[in-house]
């Protein structure tokens, strides 16, 4: 009897380190926002756009590269954060990117 009680207690135990990793591991992941921003006109440097997405709430860090005429912005927010996610078309748009043909967003998850 007592070897099932101690084989009880550990499957328990076990169970809450798995649980207390999982939660930890939301709690402090990260989520990937790209855009694909098709503009017919866009400034010769994208690096005041990036500045300017890092410097909304929440953005943690930001990256953007260009795919032919389409300027393609990433940057990175906390799962938990209650900021609204930053918007890099209106940005884009006060920045000179001009003649929006149309963009696509796309969120990930990094946990580690």
């Not at 550990?10 to 402090?28: K, N």
């Not at 940005?91 to 001009?98: N, S, T, V």
């Amino acid at each position: 009897m007592n070897w099932n009680r101690a084989a009880a207690v550990w499957v328990a135990i076990l169970f809450a380190i798995t649980i207390g990793f999982l939660g930890f591991s939301f709690a402090t992941a990260d989520y990937i926002h790209t855009y694909r921003i098709d503009f017919t006109t866009a400034p010769g440097s994208d690096e005041a756009l990036r500045r300017w997405v890092e410097a909304q709430p929440g953005v943690r860090r930001a990256w953007i590269d260009r795919d032919g005429t389409a300027v393609v912005v990433a940057f990175t927010t906390k799962t938990w954060s209650p900021s609204k996610t930053a918007m890099p078309v209106e940005g884009a748009m006060e920045l000179g990117y001009k003649g929006l043909k149309g963009y696509s967003h796309r969120r990930s998850t990094k946990l580690w």
